[in-house]
């Protein structure tokens, strides 16, 4: 066996040895990373940087106004009109970034300089804010009686106004279409009468509950809206919910918000829509022998009305009615007059806008015509919205909606029932083929002229009301600090109508005693408002399970109305109608007239309080001042009070798979209104000519007390409890 020189030893072991010192060698590098990594991630979790951000939506569009806070601490901030944000945190925090109408979403900095949080759209119908007036609130965090109804709800029926579109979606809201004449508004109830009077105080306005349109009292008509720019209808029911509007919010209340400019491209939108209209049913009226008999029957049952001359009874067949009895002519004159009208619906618009500034405009013509011969309704609508966002704390917008609308309503809404007591024994033509004009000559109806004129005489009778209307707001916010803002709302709202009439001689409308006159009228309305709006709104939540909202209100409102009209007869010409009294042989009389001004100042506050999503609480205190009531009556204080419990929240609900949502809640409130007349309290006189014993030289201009002053006059008021499960 060979031995190993020394040398040889060595360098046989040498890469054995070698191998060796470097495992060891690597062995102690790892363990002195593991060993030291926690403590480098240690000192940078604990140190400090600025991290820069973005918050988009589902289509990466930057949302201004979301709010970034850091989990578990008060420290946060909002992002700016692009989306942006800039906030300082530790490598270990956890970002929660929220905004209205989206699911919130949790993101951990890390090791991150830069993040870009995407916001998804909540699906949960609890989520959706809806408005409340002067603000809006979560769904599931609303204790009052309030519904809210989106556009795409309402585009279901094609209709002139939105009251038509109301029907049937909403409890508790009662709908009547008590005009057949086109355009007509109808009128609406909320849970009720619960007043004397239900206006909401504008010389104008819409009988039953008060309008608010963008978060200003509208006073005027609903047909001056076209539902096709309105985004949605939020209806405050209770007295818990209406009293923050004080006196106006006795009949319940309607918010109106219109479309806005969204951030993106622009976007070009046409809508439209064609419809036929019929009469849905008519009356079931006698035919010729039923009603010959009726007024045989009448004439023998009813002996005590028999005047000395048998013949002349008014249950007595005339001459005229049974010639038309033996000649077979039975007559339904719904037949005759009725026709098929049309609704056509136009439609365009644009919107649009950057971070910054957002912008809406459109445009629109809606065309009815009715079932009466001649009876029409036109509008004209064009509208613009501008939302500016100056700087990250100051925003101002601007929303303008003008309308000029013409109807033309012959005969209103009482022709059907003309046409029902209109006898059936009457041949509506002459053996010539022209109108019998006289058809119940010989009756108690022998004035009244065929309705068939509405058709052969239209261009002798003119009912014509033509009506400019213009409602703009503006407003101004500034973010104090996180949470609070400032709101100025300033609102002014003008209208003007102007009314024509006209009716020829031998005509249906024409009630003269004396038929072979004309008569001719013509009447004017202005009327306008302003409404001045002053909000601090606060908004925090505590320690992820306390909500709290605060709203504060100063608002000044000034409303002025101002009417006359005139009438005259013996116009000599049907062409010349109401363009010229002087022409006529009567005397311009005055028909109507007068003027008067009125203002309310208000304070309200209002505060929501929400723990754990759980318990609701909310408690409003609204106080008015009339100028229509006499001093020391002139105030009055509106309280309610609502709670709301989220049982479906509860842990003891979570087992119960099928119930997704649980709400209980009650309230109470008190409701009022301020509808006594501007002058009321002050007493009116009426001025009369009154002959003295000599002649024409004997009449003197005199004035008598028609109302006495009352100076105790006062608010009315009602007070309610309402208890609901959701």
Partial sequence: MKRLLPQEKKKKNAPVNGAYWSLLSAFLLFASILTLSPVNSLMAQSQRKTIKGRVVNEKAEGIAGASVTVKGTATGVTTDAKGDFNLSVTGNAVLVVSFVGYENSEIRVGNNNSITAQLQPLNKELEQVVVIGYGTQRKKDVTGSVVSIKSDVLREVPAPNLIAQLKGRTAGVDIVSNSATPGGSGQIRIRGNRTITNSSGASDALDGPLLVLDGIPFGGSINDIAPEDVASMDILKDASATAIYGARGAGGVILITTKRGKTGKAVLSYDAFHGLTNVLGKYNVMNGTEYAQFKSDAALYNRSNWPTSAGTSSYLLTQAEKDALAAGISTNWQDLVYQQGFTTSHQLGLSGGSESTQYGMSGGYYNETGIIPNQRFERYSLRATIDHRISNRVKIGLNTINTLSYSNTPGGSGVPSGLMRLTPLASPYNTDGTVNLTPAIGSIDAAVISPLTLTTKSGSILANNRRLRTFNSLYGEVQIIEGLKYRLNVGLDFSQSNGNGYN???????????????????????????????????????????????????????????????????????????????????????????????????????????????????????????????????????????????????????????????????????????????????????????????????????????????????????????????
């Fill in 504 to 726: 020829g001689p031998l005509t249906y409308t024409n009630t003269a005693t004396v038929q072979s006159s004309s008569n001719a009228s013509v009447n004017n309305t202005e009327v306008w408002s302003y409404n001045i709006q002053n909000l601090l709104t606060y908004n925090k939540v505590f320690k992820q399970k306390h909500r709290l909202d605060l709203t504060g209100l100063f608002e000044v409102t000034k409303e002025h109305s101002q009417s006359s009209g005139f009438n005259v007869t013996g116009v000599p010409a049907d062409y010349i109608q109401n363009t010229n009294f002087a022409l006529a042989s009567g005397q311009p009389t005055v028909s109507a007239g007068g003027f008067s001004e009125s203002g309310l100042v208000s304070y309200m506050g209002r505060a929501n309080y929400g723990y754990d999503n759980r318990y609701l609480l909310t408690a409003t205190v609204r106080v008015d001042g009339s100028s229509n009531l006499s001093p020391g009556y002139q105030y009055f204080t509106y309280p309610a009070f609502a709670v709301g419990w989220n049982m479906g929240n509860e842990a003891f609900m979570k087992s119960l798979g099928f119930i997704s949502n649980l709400k209980l809640r009650g309230g109470w409130g008190i409701s009022g209104n301020r509808n006594v007349g501007a002058y009321a309290t002050l007493g009116a006189l009426s001025a009369s000519t009154y002959n003295f014993g000599q002649g024409a030289a004997g009449q003197q201009l005199a004035y008598t007390v028609t109302s006495l002053a009352n100076k105790s006059l006062t608010w009315q008021s009602t007070s309610q409890w309402n208890v609901g499960i959701d």
